[in-house]
């Protein structure tokens, strides 16, 4: 958590933080055959953008996938 002198600014942990559309576009970022489980611990913020997209997100679930199918499956679930 970022402090200004000596204090928390609500406003700049707002401005760091990552919302939707920013999740999707780290995914986007990254090619299409990429596996979650390649870049998962290696990013810091793919690891963030994932369970933002997918509240009930469990990693075995999604280990093994694409970039690409976890795209497919951000469609069907809106």
Known sequence: MRYTQG????????????????????????PNKTKVADVYDTDPDFREAIPLLFPSFEYPDFSY???EQVLVRLTASV
Do not use: G, H, S
């Not at 928390?8 to 986007?28: C, F, G, H, S, Y």
């Open 7 to 30: 204090r928390r600014t609500p406003r700049l942990i707002e401005e760091l933080m990552m919302n939707t559309q920013d999740a999707k576009q780290v995914l986007l970022n990254y």
């Open 65 to 67: 996938l694409t970039v």
